[in-house]
Protein backbone atom coordinates (compact mmCIF):
# COMPACT_ATOMS: atom_id res chain seq x y z
CA UNK A 1 0.00 0.00 0.00
CA UNK A 2 1.08 3.47 -0.89
CA UNK A 3 1.34 6.36 1.53
CA UNK A 4 -1.33 8.48 0.28
CA UNK A 5 -3.29 4.81 0.27
CA UNK A 6 -3.36 4.82 3.71
CA UNK A 7 -3.74 8.40 4.31
CA UNK A 8 -7.17 8.02 2.59
CA UNK A 9 -8.53 5.06 4.58
CA UNK A 10 -7.56 6.63 7.51
CA UNK A 11 -8.07 10.34 7.35
CA UNK A 12 -11.69 11.16 8.49
CA UNK A 13 -11.69 14.97 9.21
CA UNK A 14 -14.35 17.65 7.45
CA UNK A 15 -13.21 17.68 3.74
CA UNK A 16 -11.25 14.57 3.57
CA UNK A 17 -12.76 11.51 0.90
CA UNK A 18 -12.32 8.78 4.15
CA UNK A 19 -14.80 11.31 6.45
CA UNK A 20 -17.59 12.00 3.54
CA UNK A 21 -17.99 7.97 2.98
CA UNK A 22 -18.42 7.42 6.53
CA UNK A 23 -20.49 10.48 6.97
CA UNK A 24 -23.26 8.63 4.75
CA UNK A 25 -23.84 6.54 7.38
CA UNK A 26 -25.63 6.40 10.83
CA UNK A 27 -22.95 7.74 13.23
CA UNK A 28 -22.63 6.19 16.99
CA UNK A 29 -22.24 9.45 18.75
CA UNK A 30 -23.43 8.55 22.81
CA UNK A 31 -24.67 6.11 24.58
CA UNK A 32 -27.99 6.78 26.81
CA UNK A 33 -26.49 6.26 29.44
CA UNK A 34 -24.75 9.53 29.30
CA UNK A 35 -28.37 11.77 28.75
CA UNK A 36 -29.63 10.13 31.87
CA UNK A 37 -28.79 13.10 34.31
CA UNK A 38 -30.83 15.73 35.38
CA UNK A 39 -29.09 17.94 32.87
CA UNK A 40 -28.67 15.89 29.47
CA UNK A 41 -26.09 18.01 27.46
CA UNK A 42 -22.89 16.30 26.92
CA UNK A 43 -19.63 17.56 24.74
CA UNK A 44 -19.31 15.00 21.55
CA UNK A 45 -16.33 14.87 19.07
CA UNK A 46 -16.56 12.64 15.64
CA UNK A 47 -14.73 13.12 12.62
CA UNK A 48 -12.93 15.63 14.11
CA UNK A 49 -16.06 18.05 14.62
CA UNK A 50 -16.68 20.01 18.05
CA UNK A 51 -20.53 19.62 19.17
CA UNK A 52 -22.73 19.34 21.87
CA UNK A 53 -25.30 16.72 22.27
CA UNK A 54 -28.40 17.85 24.30
CA UNK A 55 -32.26 16.66 24.85
CA UNK A 56 -34.94 19.15 24.78
CA UNK A 57 -38.06 19.29 27.63
CA UNK A 58 -39.73 17.34 24.92
CA UNK A 59 -37.10 13.98 24.43
CA UNK A 60 -35.69 15.46 21.09
CA UNK A 61 -32.07 14.78 20.55
CA UNK A 62 -30.12 17.41 18.80
CA UNK A 63 -26.48 17.56 17.67
CA UNK A 64 -24.81 20.52 16.72
CA UNK A 65 -21.97 22.92 16.66
CA UNK A 66 -20.01 23.32 20.44
CA UNK A 67 -19.41 27.00 19.50
CA UNK A 68 -22.33 29.51 19.47
CA UNK A 69 -22.42 30.72 16.10
CA UNK A 70 -23.08 34.56 17.99
CA UNK A 71 -19.29 34.85 19.10
CA UNK A 72 -18.19 31.14 19.67
CA UNK A 73 -19.05 30.41 23.10
CA UNK A 74 -19.25 26.97 23.94
CA UNK A 75 -22.73 25.38 24.32
CA UNK A 76 -21.48 22.90 26.59
CA UNK A 77 -22.70 25.08 29.32
CA UNK A 78 -25.95 25.95 27.92
CA UNK A 79 -28.86 26.23 29.31
CA UNK A 80 -32.08 23.90 28.95
CA UNK A 81 -34.85 26.05 28.34
CA UNK A 82 -37.41 26.73 26.26
CA UNK A 83 -37.46 23.93 23.75
CA UNK A 84 -34.14 24.45 22.95
CA UNK A 85 -30.64 25.00 24.32
CA UNK A 86 -29.64 28.41 25.20
CA UNK A 87 -26.26 30.27 24.89
CA UNK A 88 -25.49 31.90 28.36
CA UNK A 89 -23.41 34.33 26.40
CA UNK A 90 -25.77 36.46 24.92
CA UNK A 91 -29.16 34.17 25.58
CA UNK A 92 -29.52 32.95 21.95
CA UNK A 93 -31.54 30.05 21.77
CA UNK A 94 -31.53 26.94 19.15
CA UNK A 95 -33.44 24.10 18.68
CA UNK A 96 -32.40 20.61 18.65
CA UNK A 97 -32.62 21.60 14.33
CA UNK A 98 -30.17 24.04 15.14
CA UNK A 99 -32.60 27.27 14.05
CA UNK A 100 -32.06 29.80 16.19
CA UNK A 101 -35.43 30.73 17.88
CA UNK A 102 -34.41 34.16 20.08
CA UNK A 103 -32.20 36.91 20.37
CA UNK A 104 -33.14 38.88 23.21
CA UNK A 105 -30.75 41.67 22.66
CA UNK A 106 -31.97 42.37 19.33
CA UNK A 107 -34.15 45.07 18.20
CA UNK A 108 -37.97 44.45 19.27
CA UNK A 109 -39.61 42.90 16.16
CA UNK A 110 -35.84 42.14 14.36
CA UNK A 111 -36.51 39.14 12.51
CA UNK A 112 -32.64 38.20 12.22
CA UNK A 113 -33.27 35.19 14.26
CA UNK A 114 -35.41 33.16 11.59
CA UNK A 115 -32.36 33.47 9.62
CA UNK A 116 -29.66 31.98 11.25
CA UNK A 117 -29.24 28.16 12.20
CA UNK A 118 -26.27 26.78 13.38
CA UNK A 119 -25.41 23.14 12.05
CA UNK A 120 -26.89 20.45 13.20
CA UNK A 121 -27.49 16.89 12.68
CA UNK A 122 -30.28 14.22 12.72
CA UNK A 123 -30.07 12.11 15.70
CA UNK A 124 -32.05 8.98 16.97
CA UNK A 125 -31.75 6.62 19.76
CA UNK A 126 -31.52 3.20 19.02
CA UNK A 127 -30.89 0.28 21.65
CA UNK A 128 -29.38 2.51 24.14
CA UNK A 129 -27.07 4.39 21.56
CA UNK A 130 -27.84 8.28 20.06
CA UNK A 131 -26.99 7.74 16.72
CA UNK A 132 -26.87 10.73 14.19
CA UNK A 133 -26.67 11.03 10.48
CA UNK A 134 -23.92 13.97 9.07
CA UNK A 135 -23.75 13.69 6.00
CA UNK A 136 -25.89 15.01 2.50
CA UNK A 137 -29.89 14.56 2.23
CA UNK A 138 -31.67 12.21 3.85
CA UNK A 139 -30.36 9.56 5.61
CA UNK A 140 -30.92 5.80 5.15
CA UNK A 141 -32.85 3.41 6.78
CA UNK A 142 -31.43 1.36 9.69
CA UNK A 143 -31.13 -1.98 8.74
CA UNK A 144 -33.35 -4.16 10.87
CA UNK A 145 -30.47 -5.91 12.34
CA UNK A 146 -31.00 -8.01 15.62
CA UNK A 147 -29.07 -5.90 17.76
CA UNK A 148 -32.10 -3.16 16.95
CA UNK A 149 -35.45 -5.03 17.06
CA UNK A 150 -34.88 -6.93 20.43
CA UNK A 151 -36.82 -4.96 22.90
CA UNK A 152 -34.63 -2.89 24.90
CA UNK A 153 -34.68 -5.44 28.04
CA UNK A 154 -32.70 -7.87 25.43
CA UNK A 155 -30.16 -5.01 25.00
CA UNK A 156 -27.70 -3.55 26.80
CA UNK A 157 -24.79 -0.50 25.19
CA UNK A 158 -21.60 0.39 26.14
CA UNK A 159 -18.19 2.01 25.10
CA UNK A 160 -14.84 2.39 25.35
CA UNK A 161 -11.92 4.92 24.11
CA UNK A 162 -8.88 3.74 22.40
CA UNK A 163 -5.99 5.58 21.45
CA UNK A 164 -5.55 4.81 17.76
CA UNK A 165 -6.62 5.58 14.28
CA UNK A 166 -10.31 3.84 13.74
CA UNK A 167 -9.42 1.69 11.21
CA UNK A 168 -6.80 -0.42 13.08
CA UNK A 169 -9.34 -0.67 15.55
CA UNK A 170 -11.92 -2.05 13.62
CA UNK A 171 -9.72 -4.88 11.44
CA UNK A 172 -8.95 -6.13 14.38
CA UNK A 173 -12.42 -7.70 14.64
CA UNK A 174 -12.09 -9.00 11.36
CA UNK A 175 -9.20 -10.97 11.57
CA UNK A 176 -10.00 -14.47 12.85
CA UNK A 177 -6.49 -15.73 13.07
CA UNK A 178 -5.31 -14.03 16.12
CA UNK A 179 -7.71 -15.42 18.17
CA UNK A 180 -5.62 -18.35 19.09
CA UNK A 181 -2.87 -16.29 20.15
CA UNK A 182 -3.85 -12.65 21.48
CA UNK A 183 -6.33 -14.28 23.51
CA UNK A 184 -4.73 -17.81 24.47
CA UNK A 185 -5.53 -18.56 28.36
CA UNK A 186 -3.60 -21.47 29.45
CA UNK A 187 -6.13 -22.54 31.58
CA UNK A 188 -10.22 -22.62 31.03
CA UNK A 189 -12.74 -21.55 33.70
CA UNK A 190 -15.72 -22.78 33.91
CA UNK A 191 -18.84 -21.76 31.99
CA UNK A 192 -20.59 -20.50 34.45
CA UNK A 193 -18.46 -17.68 35.12
CA UNK A 194 -18.75 -16.77 31.43
CA UNK A 195 -21.25 -14.78 31.41
CA UNK A 196 -20.52 -11.23 30.01
CA UNK A 197 -17.18 -11.98 28.93
CA UNK A 198 -15.96 -12.56 25.29
CA UNK A 199 -14.49 -16.44 24.29
CA UNK A 200 -14.97 -17.53 27.77
CA UNK A 201 -17.88 -19.32 27.06
CA UNK A 202 -18.59 -22.66 25.04
CA UNK A 203 -20.02 -23.05 21.74
CA UNK A 204 -23.59 -23.78 20.68
CA UNK A 205 -24.69 -26.85 22.23
CA UNK A 206 -21.28 -27.94 23.53
CA UNK A 207 -19.25 -27.90 26.99
CA UNK A 208 -15.75 -27.37 25.06
CA UNK A 209 -14.93 -24.03 26.21
CA UNK A 210 -13.80 -21.77 23.44
CA UNK A 211 -10.59 -21.19 25.14
CA UNK A 212 -9.57 -24.61 24.51
CA UNK A 213 -10.39 -24.18 20.52
CA UNK A 214 -8.53 -21.51 20.06
CA UNK A 215 -5.70 -22.41 22.34
CA UNK A 216 -5.42 -26.40 20.45
CA UNK A 217 -6.27 -25.16 16.40
CA UNK A 218 -4.47 -22.29 15.93
CA UNK A 219 -4.29 -22.55 11.78
CA UNK A 220 -8.02 -21.92 10.98
CA UNK A 221 -9.44 -22.27 7.29
CA UNK A 222 -11.01 -18.42 6.58
CA UNK A 223 -14.22 -17.82 4.21
CA UNK A 224 -15.67 -14.95 3.01
CA UNK A 225 -19.62 -14.64 1.93
CA UNK A 226 -20.36 -11.08 0.34
CA UNK A 227 -23.95 -10.34 1.64
CA UNK A 228 -26.31 -6.87 1.45
CA UNK A 229 -24.81 -5.11 4.08
CA UNK A 230 -20.74 -6.14 4.14
CA UNK A 231 -19.60 -9.73 4.19
CA UNK A 232 -19.77 -12.69 6.34
CA UNK A 233 -17.08 -14.56 7.49
CA UNK A 234 -16.71 -18.36 8.76
CA UNK A 235 -13.86 -19.31 10.11
CA UNK A 236 -13.07 -23.51 10.34
CA UNK A 237 -11.11 -25.10 12.90
CA UNK A 238 -10.14 -28.89 12.89
CA UNK A 239 -10.68 -30.07 16.33
CA UNK A 240 -8.58 -32.87 17.80
CA UNK A 241 -11.68 -35.76 18.01
CA UNK A 242 -12.32 -35.07 14.15
CA UNK A 243 -14.99 -32.55 14.33
CA UNK A 244 -15.23 -28.71 13.22
CA UNK A 245 -15.30 -25.77 15.43
CA UNK A 246 -17.37 -22.63 12.81
CA UNK A 247 -17.24 -19.81 14.28
CA UNK A 248 -19.64 -17.03 11.78
CA UNK A 249 -18.99 -13.39 12.39
CA UNK A 250 -19.93 -10.52 9.96
CA UNK A 251 -18.25 -7.19 8.90
CA UNK A 252 -21.47 -4.36 8.56
CA UNK A 253 -20.46 -2.11 6.38
CA UNK A 254 -18.37 0.50 6.67
CA UNK A 255 -17.24 -0.05 9.93
CA UNK A 256 -19.19 -2.42 12.52
CA UNK A 257 -18.80 -6.05 13.00
CA UNK A 258 -21.39 -8.68 13.90
CA UNK A 259 -19.17 -11.13 16.45
CA UNK A 260 -21.20 -13.98 18.78
CA UNK A 261 -20.77 -14.07 22.58
CA UNK A 262 -21.75 -17.17 23.96
CA UNK A 263 -24.62 -19.31 22.88
CA UNK A 264 -26.92 -16.69 23.28
CA UNK A 265 -25.54 -13.48 22.94
CA UNK A 266 -24.03 -11.43 19.85
CA UNK A 267 -22.31 -8.52 20.00
CA UNK A 268 -22.50 -5.25 17.68
CA UNK A 269 -19.65 -3.24 17.70
CA UNK A 270 -18.91 -0.38 15.76
CA UNK A 271 -15.25 1.69 15.72
CA UNK A 272 -15.99 5.43 15.64
CA UNK A 273 -13.21 8.30 14.94
CA UNK A 274 -12.88 10.95 17.49
CA UNK A 275 -10.12 12.37 15.10
CA UNK A 276 -7.25 10.21 13.07
CA UNK A 277 -5.80 9.49 16.16
CA UNK A 278 -8.46 8.18 18.72
CA UNK A 279 -11.61 6.62 18.34
CA UNK A 280 -14.65 4.82 20.59
CA UNK A 281 -15.85 1.41 20.22
CA UNK A 282 -19.60 1.36 20.97
CA UNK A 283 -21.23 -1.96 21.29
CA UNK A 284 -24.50 -3.64 21.71
CA UNK A 285 -25.15 -6.76 23.46
CA UNK A 286 -27.92 -8.76 22.25
CA UNK A 287 -29.44 -11.80 24.36
CA UNK A 288 -31.40 -14.81 22.32
CA UNK A 289 -32.30 -16.15 25.71
CA UNK A 290 -33.05 -14.21 29.10
CA UNK A 291 -33.27 -10.46 29.37
CA UNK A 292 -29.50 -9.11 29.51
CA UNK A 293 -28.47 -8.44 33.51
CA UNK A 294 -27.34 -4.71 32.71
CA UNK A 295 -26.22 -4.33 36.21
CA UNK A 296 -23.99 -7.09 35.97
CA UNK A 297 -23.12 -6.18 32.51
CA UNK A 298 -22.08 -2.33 33.38
CA UNK A 299 -20.32 -3.07 36.49
CA UNK A 300 -17.99 -5.77 34.77
CA UNK A 301 -16.93 -2.88 32.21
CA UNK A 302 -17.23 0.22 34.86
CA UNK A 303 -14.38 -1.61 36.61
CA UNK A 304 -11.84 -1.22 33.46
CA UNK A 305 -13.01 2.30 32.65
CA UNK A 306 -13.33 5.96 33.86
CA UNK A 307 -16.01 8.69 33.10
CA UNK A 308 -16.92 10.06 31.77
CA UNK A 309 -14.39 9.56 29.08
CA UNK A 310 -14.64 6.11 29.43
CA UNK A 311 -10.68 5.78 28.90
CA UNK A 312 -9.43 2.67 30.12
CA UNK A 313 -7.40 2.29 33.38
CA UNK A 314 -5.09 0.02 31.07
CA UNK A 315 -3.48 1.82 28.45
CA UNK A 316 -0.09 2.74 26.81
CA UNK A 317 1.15 5.05 29.38
CA UNK A 318 0.84 1.78 31.58
CA UNK A 319 1.96 -0.37 29.29
CA UNK A 320 -1.57 -2.06 29.09
CA UNK A 321 -1.11 -3.74 32.44
CA UNK A 322 1.78 -6.02 30.95
CA UNK A 323 2.85 -8.79 33.81
CA UNK A 324 5.43 -11.43 33.31
CA UNK A 325 3.78 -13.53 35.67
CA UNK A 326 0.60 -13.73 34.10
CA UNK A 327 2.19 -14.05 30.93
CA UNK A 328 4.03 -17.09 32.07
CA UNK A 329 1.35 -18.77 33.95
CA UNK A 330 -2.29 -17.31 32.60
CA UNK A 331 -2.31 -15.44 29.58
CA UNK A 332 -0.06 -15.32 26.24
CA UNK A 333 0.06 -11.91 26.48
CA UNK A 334 0.46 -11.39 30.09
CA UNK A 335 -1.74 -8.31 30.08
CA UNK A 336 -4.89 -10.07 31.85
CA UNK A 337 -7.68 -12.22 31.26
CA UNK A 338 -9.87 -8.67 29.98
CA UNK A 339 -9.79 -9.75 26.25
CA UNK A 340 -10.86 -6.20 25.21
CA UNK A 341 -7.64 -5.17 26.69
CA UNK A 342 -5.54 -7.76 24.73
CA UNK A 343 -7.71 -5.62 21.78
CA UNK A 344 -6.40 -2.61 22.91
CA UNK A 345 -2.99 -3.19 23.34
CA UNK A 346 -2.71 -4.66 19.53
CA UNK A 347 -4.24 -1.77 17.63
CA UNK A 348 -2.50 1.23 20.22
CA UNK A 349 1.08 -0.52 19.93
CA UNK A 350 0.93 -0.30 16.37
CA UNK A 351 0.71 3.61 16.67
CA UNK A 352 -1.79 6.23 16.21
CA UNK A 353 -2.04 5.49 12.48
CA UNK A 354 -0.58 2.47 11.56
CA UNK A 355 2.17 2.85 8.45
CA UNK A 356 0.33 0.09 6.23
CA UNK A 357 3.17 0.73 3.85
CA UNK A 358 5.30 -1.78 5.99
CA UNK A 359 3.07 -4.29 6.28
CA UNK A 360 3.74 -8.36 5.02
CA UNK A 361 -0.11 -9.56 4.86
CA UNK A 362 -0.61 -13.06 4.46
CA UNK A 363 -3.59 -15.44 3.45
CA UNK A 364 -5.40 -15.50 6.64
CA UNK A 365 -5.71 -11.75 6.19
CA UNK A 366 -8.18 -12.15 3.15
CA UNK A 367 -10.94 -10.41 5.24
CA UNK A 368 -8.89 -6.96 6.02
CA UNK A 369 -7.79 -7.42 1.90
CA UNK A 370 -11.39 -8.16 1.04
CA UNK A 371 -12.59 -5.08 3.46
CA UNK A 372 -10.05 -2.10 2.21
CA UNK A 373 -10.87 -3.15 -1.63
CA UNK A 374 -14.44 -2.41 -0.61
CA UNK A 375 -13.65 0.68 2.00
CA UNK A 376 -11.27 2.59 -1.01
CA UNK A 377 -14.29 1.20 -3.63
CA UNK A 378 -16.62 3.09 -1.64
CA UNK A 379 -14.44 6.05 -0.69
CA UNK A 380 -14.44 6.84 -4.58
CA UNK A 381 -18.15 6.52 -5.38
CA UNK A 382 -18.56 8.79 -2.40
CA UNK A 383 -16.55 11.47 -3.99
CA UNK A 384 -17.82 10.72 -7.48
CA UNK A 385 -21.23 11.61 -5.90
CA UNK A 386 -22.14 8.13 -7.35
CA UNK A 387 -24.21 5.71 -5.32
CA UNK A 388 -22.53 4.76 -2.48
CA UNK A 389 -22.28 0.57 -1.81
CA UNK A 390 -23.65 -0.84 1.70
CA UNK A 391 -26.46 2.20 1.51
CA UNK A 392 -29.48 0.52 1.99
CA UNK A 393 -32.63 1.85 0.73
CA UNK A 394 -35.95 0.66 2.74
CA UNK A 395 -37.08 -2.05 1.28
CA UNK A 396 -33.52 -3.56 1.55
CA UNK A 397 -33.14 -2.58 4.64
CA UNK A 398 -36.58 -4.16 6.12
CA UNK A 399 -34.93 -7.29 4.27
CA UNK A 400 -31.70 -7.70 6.26
CA UNK A 401 -32.06 -10.35 9.22
CA UNK A 402 -29.54 -11.11 11.77
CA UNK A 403 -26.55 -10.54 10.91
CA UNK A 404 -25.80 -14.25 12.09
CA UNK A 405 -23.30 -14.32 14.56
CA UNK A 406 -22.89 -18.21 16.06
CA UNK A 407 -19.96 -20.73 17.23
CA UNK A 408 -20.66 -24.16 16.73
CA UNK A 409 -18.88 -27.58 16.62
CA UNK A 410 -20.02 -29.86 14.06
CA UNK A 411 -18.95 -33.58 12.80
CA UNK A 412 -16.59 -33.18 9.53
CA UNK A 413 -18.32 -31.92 6.63
CA UNK A 414 -21.32 -30.79 8.32
CA UNK A 415 -20.44 -27.30 9.67
CA UNK A 416 -22.43 -25.20 7.58
CA UNK A 417 -25.82 -27.11 8.07
CA UNK A 418 -24.91 -27.28 11.48
CA UNK A 419 -24.24 -23.26 12.22
CA UNK A 420 -27.32 -22.69 10.54
CA UNK A 421 -29.66 -25.30 12.15
CA UNK A 422 -28.25 -23.55 15.54
CA UNK A 423 -28.39 -20.33 14.75
CA UNK A 424 -32.57 -20.99 13.56
CA UNK A 425 -32.98 -23.00 16.81
CA UNK A 426 -31.86 -20.04 18.85
CA UNK A 427 -34.05 -17.81 16.80
CA UNK A 428 -37.04 -19.77 16.97
CA UNK A 429 -36.48 -20.17 21.06
CA UNK A 430 -36.11 -16.29 21.57
CA UNK A 431 -38.28 -14.76 23.59
CA UNK A 432 -38.94 -11.94 20.80
CA UNK A 433 -38.45 -13.89 17.66
CA UNK A 434 -39.98 -11.65 14.72
CA UNK A 435 -41.30 -14.32 12.13
CA UNK A 436 -43.12 -16.75 14.08
CA UNK A 437 -42.03 -19.16 11.28
CA UNK A 438 -39.28 -19.65 12.73
CA UNK A 439 -40.62 -21.27 16.23
CA UNK A 440 -42.75 -23.57 14.02
CA UNK A 441 -39.08 -24.00 11.78
CA UNK A 442 -37.02 -24.58 15.06
CA UNK A 443 -39.18 -27.26 16.29
CA UNK A 444 -39.00 -29.10 12.99
CA UNK A 445 -34.86 -29.44 13.54
CA UNK A 446 -35.39 -30.69 17.09
Not at 6 to 11: E, F, G, S, V
Not at 154 to 173: P, S
Not at 225 to 230: H, L, S
Request: hydrophobic share 35%; proline share 7%; net charge negative.
Amino acid sequence: MRAQENDLITRTGPGTAGGELLRRFWQPVALLDELTAARPVVPVTIMGERLVLFRDESGRYGLMDRHCPHRGADLCFGRLEDGGLRCPFHGWLFDATGQCLEQPAEPEGSTYYKKLRARAYKCVERSGIVFAYMGPGEPPPFPEFDCFMAPREYTFAFKGLWECNWLQALEVGIDPAHTSYLHRFFEDESPDEAYGKQFRGTAAGEEIPLTRILRESARPRIELEDTAYGFRIVTRRDLRDGREHVRVTNLAFPQAIVIPMGPQMTITQWHVPVDDTHCYWYSIFTSFGDPVDRETMRAQRLQGHSLPEYRPHTNRANGWGFDAEDQRQRTYTGLGADVNVQDQWAVESQGPIHDRTKEHLGKSDVAIIHYRKLLKRAIEAASSNEAVPFVLGEQAASQVRGPVAIDVVAPPGEGDASWKRKDLERRGGTKWARDPGLLEAAAVTR
